[in-house]
């Protein structure tokens, strides 16, 4: 039987999973989470004509280079903009972020400024090239008015976005409700990534998917409620797959996915009733990508395989989609980039190879030694997807690129 493509395996797994709802969450516990719902502007941004820096507010249809201005009030930050009607040639001083009087529809730095007299009355030369109309004021409604959608629903709320919702009164968000992910990790010869080297015999290896999984589950948004480690046994594997199905929306494993005896995992979702919805896909690395779906809860198993880089390639590629329907969004975004230089495509699969972007946006890819060596993903910038095919890639050929989640 005829493996499937990524494309077909992609639609397989993502077929009728839904949303996941939403709930509320202080500001402070915001962010990284995807709003659920717009955020509006409350009132106009900037809600007044604000002065842009230290200085002189004025009339600029009464400069002129040189003349001196009398100078009648002081407008402090913080405080209501003077109300009265300057007479000509009357200014005040203003300080940033103060509100300007609406007599006035301009402000001259303080550094253009120089004192002629302070008695009887303070007069000022100001010396700017020209005063146009709104020098130097920030002016209300500039940035938004008010009800203008600041954030949309599906955004990711980023420590600015996180100010924004601040600034406009919202200090409780609606926001995706995280799919909650146990990981199990498995294999004899994987041990704590805290094992002394002198532990360790030659055949042993520290535990390196568990961590990066973690940090990609919380780059793509999800929740990881636990991370277990499995021996190559039956009896526990069974009963940690029988308790993660009831914790969480997403069972993720790595490792036992193959054809080996000791690969337990697909055997022990067979038995726990789930249905099957992928057991390889014809991509490399990854090849031995599972999927299953517990029937009544509708929990999705994702089982990916052992070796590093095709944990990291079909996190990417199966794991952040997946997050992403749940959340409420749409697919990670591939673009089109030309190739840096020649590249050997798979004849029997489609490749997909870890790439650095260059500073003149051309995908390099980079040198490995197969899907055990992610010492050389330490500088990728991304994934490039290479067609199953004889013949070579050269540039200046454009191939599809998806950036790392980081």
Known sequence: MSLPSYDEALIRLL??????????????????RVL??????????????????DGFALRSSEYESGKAFTVVGLGPAGAPPSDFDARPGEIIRIATGAAVPETFDAVVQH????????????????????????????????DA?????????????????????????????????????????????????DTPGERMAPHQIRNSNGPMLGALLEACGAELLRHEHLPDELPPTRDAAQRALGDAHVVLTVGGV???????????????????????????????????????????VLGLPGNPVSVLATAHLFLWPLVRRMLGQGPPTWRLVPLAEPVQPNPHRELFR???LTDT????????????????????TGWIRLPQQEPALTPPQNVPYLPMLT
């Open 36 to 53: 659920a719902e717009d955020i509006l502007a409350d009132r106009d941004q900037p809600p007044f004509n604000r002065a842009a820096m």
């Open 258 to 300: 193959s054809a080996g005896q000791r690969d337990l995992l697909p055997s022990v979702w067979d038995e726990l009733g789930l249905e099957t919805i992928l057991r390889g896909v014809s991509i490399q690395p990854g090849k031995p990508v599972f999927a299953a779906r517990e029937r009544v809860t509708q929990c999705l």
């Open 111 to 142: 550094e253009l400024s120089a004192v002629v007299e302070t008695r009887p009355r303070e007069l000022v030369r100001l010396s700017a090239d020209s005063v146009n109309p709104w020098r130097s004021i920030h002016r209300k409604g500039a």
């Open 15 to 32: 077929d009728g999973v839904p949303p996941l709802g939403s709930e509320v969450v202080e500001l402070r516990a915001a962010r990284g």
């Open 354 to 356: 870890a790439a650095v």
């Open 145 to 193: 008015s008010r009800g203008q959608v600041l954030l949309r629903s599906g955004a990711r709320l980023t420590p600015q976005a996180i100010g924004l919702a601040a600034a406009v009164g919202q200090v409780k968000l609606c926001v995706a409700r995280r799919p909650r992910v146990v990981l199990l990790t498995t294999g004899d010869e994987v041990l704590p990534p």
């Open 361 to 380: 946006s051309t995908a390099r890819v980079l040198s490995w030694h197969g899907s055990g060596d992610l010492a050389h993903t330490a500088a990728a």
